[in-house]
């Protein structure tokens, strides 16, 4: 499996990725924002766009569907849900918890519910060792999507706990924005004992290509620097306390999650 990441360098630090296949350099655009950066970058590898799939909703994700359709052919894959509602319009082929996706003869994609962010939400996850996630606005270097727009934080919750967390440790993520240093920064506030966040927020900001800012991190990594992925460590608890005094006396992975999420919204 082949992939190409173009960061947009926008106000909301888009980025859009296109998978192909090694053996017959068909490929798909997930996420198209800028319809001819998409194409040009596939032309330039020497790929042809047979498809083009959303991971959700939103216009950032998905203004660049149909002039990219028009000027190649391409099938539009979509979650079911937006695809039924009109959210997406002119789907394709809708997508489903279990169904795949092929790129080519040899890339196969399976498609998982996410959702939370919005409540249509899909990722993609790869027949790779290690496995790919392309997770649109789910999972975010060091964070978690934001609900302000259709979705909701508990709903985000449970595909956290029951997709997300399960995965294979050494899977690589492919974000649908660029939020790594203030996603950092977050974690550091809640937990300031945190090395982990503490030394890659010191690298990154010494390293960081404005260029092509994208670090590439496995599921492992955000277990250690992702307050989303340590809901029972003690400190970050307690410092929620601190600003929900309300809280249970022994809160469970969701409440501190829902918090957490609430706290970033303002942060």
Not at 45 to 66: C, F, K, P, R, S
Not at 73 to 80: E, H, I, R, S, V
Not at 159 to 180: M, Q, R, S, V
Not at 199 to 224: F, S
Request: glycine share 8%.
């Amino acid at each position: 499996m082949l992939i190409k990441k173009l960061w947009m360098n926008n106000p909301l630090r888009n980025y859009n990725y296109i998978v192909a296949c090694p053996d017959s350099g068909e490929a798909m655009a997930i996420d198209p924002l800028d319809h001819g950066r998409v194409l040009n970058a596939a032309r330039d590898e020497g790929w042809t766009i047979t498809q083009v799939l959303n991971t959700h909703e939103h216009g950032d994700h998905i203004a660049g569907n149909q002039q990219l359709v028009r000027e190649t052919g391409a099938t539009l894959l979509a979650p079911a849900a937006a695809a039924a509602s009109g959210a997406i319009p002119s789907v394709d082929t809708p997508l489903s918890e279990g169904d795949t996706v092929k790129v080519g003869p040899s890339v196969t994609l399976d498609v998982l519910e996410t959702p939370g962010h919005t409540m249509c939400h899909i990722s993609l996850l790869s027949r790779t060792d290690p496995p790919h996630l392309f997770c649109g606005d789910t999972v975010f270097n060091a964070g978690a999507g934001n609900c302000h727009n259709g979705g909701d934080a508990a709903t985000l919750y449970r595909t956290f706990a029951e997709k997300i967390f399960k995965l294979p440790g050494n899977t690589f993520f492919y974000p649908g924005h660029e939020y790594f240093e203030s996603n950092l920064k977050f974690t550091r506030d809640r937990e300031p004992g945190n090395v982990a966040a503490r030394e890659t927020l010191r690298d990154l900001e010494k390293n960081r290509d404005p260029a092509d800012p994208l670090v590439m991190c496995t599921l492992d990594m955000e277990r250690q620097h992702n307050v989303f992925f340590r809901l029972d460590n003690e400190e970050i608890i307690a410092n929620l306390r601190e600003k929900f005094p309300g809280m249970s006396d022994a809160p469970n992975a969701e409440e501190v999650f829902i918090k957490l999420r609430q706290l970033r919204n303002d942060w």
